[in-house]
């Protein structure tokens, strides 16, 4: 039941792949995320190459976010206008990713890059998700009123240039800080191989104050662009790319993302959330760990010279 | 009368083959592979060659065999973690060159019990006396009077950072020292099994069978073997390396075709 990967260069059990890739998108359609945190931290755990599982998994969260942008798009929940900017700035990001990614391979520190931005960025999404949404729990068992909220957007959000208006997200903004995002979720998903929508859907939510209703469509939409950019630049620059193993991953995911967001309507949002919110704390810690333990093996090679 | 035959022909002695000839006061060995083409494809989880071979021994003295087989050269960087304030962190990577893609050898005793240090280094033979080393770390310099001693800027380190490049290969399977690995199934003929981990670079391969006697080589037989990408890896891998941004694109619309045919076929059923 083993293939063998012809650009990984090593030889998989397929059906295990299948099922990473039906777990992993049953997550994503559960919660609403592309689910690419997850993916490569076990595809390394598998023995893939780390270059080639975060660029691989790249055109699995191109095929996850379509179907899920093509079910938005359906009930007008995406705003493209402002995805569109978003989507330049991903491009952007994408561009100075791989670039800054191919640097760091060559000198030997592209698993600290790795290991550092999972701990960072999981490390405080899951925590403050967790937090959040265990005092919302809190809350409802204690039958507390929950505390009003600061509706206005940031200053600062006002005080740029470049303002645009974005009808369906009712925003009348600068065009800077969602380019800003696009640029930063750009960066990530070539490094992490993730899409970004963790960061994007609470920045979209809590700092531009979108409406809620187009946040999570339109974040797909930008994730779409960007990680296809960054599948094309990763496989032009850098020949990372396994087709055979995005497929099997793609063959599992969309079907597990269906049954996924089918089952999502039967739970509670904060109960949700606070699930996820420990997922990804917990992978965030266990990516951070390797640069606190002692390792059993010192030396390790660096890619370069043979590949 | 009767006819006058012409005398017939002396009978020509036939010179015996020269191989018999040689073999009879020289000692030799021949060998050959049962697949001298290794062939990657979909289904490839390594490979299992056999290396047969006969030895012509007609002296008393007994010979022990070597098979060594390499694959093609393959410079590593190497890193090492060391530990700054708290935290595990990759050193500079260092080119070592000199490390075959894939090395084994295959003896029918300990290869010091069969030569001594020395001869093994001149050869070649043996994980402990393959040539890797640093170029570009090392200088040489003038000490004690002497000039143009070669000094590596990896320091005390270096044999470690040496024995790290076999050893991660040795843990891939990629590096194999079998001393009881040639086996004799009959008199004067062995076998010896090699054995490709699904990793083993493509490439050429060489193998070199060693008789040795005292200590000392009397005969080697050299053979080749190539591993190579066929069938659709073959052609995925091309595709990938000569036009990398097509071959990305293609992955990107079969991703997007794929998540539509998904949304397609959930939303009728």
Not at chain 2, 177 to 182: A, F, R, T
Request: hydrophobic share 50%; charged share 20%; glycine share 10%.
């Amino acid at each position: 039941m083993d293939i063998y990967l012809p650009i990984a260069e090593v030889s998989v059990n397929w059906p295990l792949l299948v099922l990473l890739g039906a777990t992993v998108g049953f997550v994503s359609g559960l919660f609403g995320i592309g689910g690419g945190f997850l993916m490569a931290p076990i595809l390394i755990f598998l023995g893939i190459p780390p270059a080639v599982a975060v660029a691989s998994q790249a055109s699995h969260v191109v095929a996850s976010s379509t179907s899920g942008v093509i079910s938005y798009a359906g009930k007008k929940a995406i705003d493209f206008r402002i995805g569109g900017v978003m989507a330049g700035g991903g491009v952007l990001g994408a561009l100075l990713g791989v670039e800054l990614f191919r640097y760091l391979r060559l000198l030997g520190q592209a698993d600290l890059a790795v290991a550092l931005s999972y701990l960072m960025f999981l490390g405080a999404i899951g925590a403050l998700m967790l937090y959040e949404s265990l005092g919302q729990i809190l809350r409802r068992v204690r039958g507390e009123v929950a505390p009003h909220r600061e509706r206005r957007r940031p200053l600062w959000l006002y005080g740029l240039p470049l303002r645009m208006r974005f009808p369906r997200s009712g925003l009348y903004i600068s065009a800077i800080p969602p380019f800003a995002l696009g640029v930063f979720a750009g960066v990530l998903s070539a490094i992490m191989g993730v899409g970004g929508g963790f960061i994007l859907v609470p920045a979209m939510l809590y700092v531009l104050r979108m409406k809620a209703g187009v946040v999570v469509g339109t974040s797909l939409f930008q994730i779409i662009v960007t990680t296809a950019m960054t599948t094309i630049l990763q496989a032009g620059r850098n020949q990372t790319v396994d087709i055979v193993l995005s497929t099997i991953l793609l063959l599992g995911g969309v079907v597990g993302a269906q049954y996924g967001a089918r089952l999502s309507g039967r739970f509670r949002a904060e109960e949700l959330r606070a699930v996820l919110g420990l997922i990804v704390l917990l992978v965030g810690i266990q990516m951070g760990l390797e640069l606190f333990v002692r390792p059993s093996e010192l030396f390790s090679f660096a890619p370069g010279a043979v590949d | 009368m009767l006819p006058v035959f012409p005398p017939p022909p002396p009978a020509v002695e036939a010179p015996p083959p020269e191989r018999s000839a040689a073999t009879l006061d020289e000692v030799r060995v021949a060998a050959a592979l049962t697949d001298a083409r290794v062939l990657v494809d979909s289904s490839f989880r390594g490979a299992s060659i056999v290396l047969y071979g006969a030895v012509f021994n007609p002296s008393d003295d007994p010979a022990d065999v070597v098979v060594v087989v390499r694959g093609p050269d393959a410079p590593v960087r190497l890193v090492k973690k060391t530990r700054n304030m708290g935290v595990w962190l990759n050193s500079r990577p260092v080119l070592f060159e000199g490390a075959p893609g894939f090395y084994m050898t295959a003896s029918t005793r300990p290869l010091p019990d069969i030569a001594e240090f020395g001869q093994l280094r001149r050869l070649g033979v043996g994980l402990d006396h393959l040539r890797i080393n640093a170029p570009e770390e090392s200088r040489t310099v003038t000490r004690y009077g002497v000039r143009d001693v070669v000094v590596s800027r990896l320091g005390a380190d270096y044999l470690d950072w040496r024995r790290a490049v076999i050893r991660l290969r040795e843990a891939a399977a990629l590096y194999n020292s079998d001393p009881e690995g040639v086996e004799f199934v009959d008199e004067g003929l062995f076998r010896a099994e090699v054995e490709l981990p699904a990793v083993a670079p493509t490439g050429r391969y060489s193998a070199e069978v060693w008789l040795f006697q005292d200590g000392e080589p009397v005969s080697v037989s050299n053979l080749t073997l190539t591993v190579e990408k066929v069938g659709i890896e073959r052609d995925i891998f091309e595709f990938a390396h000569r036009r990398p941004w097509s071959y990305g694109l293609v992955c990107v619309l079969l991703a997007a075709f794929t998540g539509w045919g998904a949304s397609r076929v959930f939303r009728r059923t």
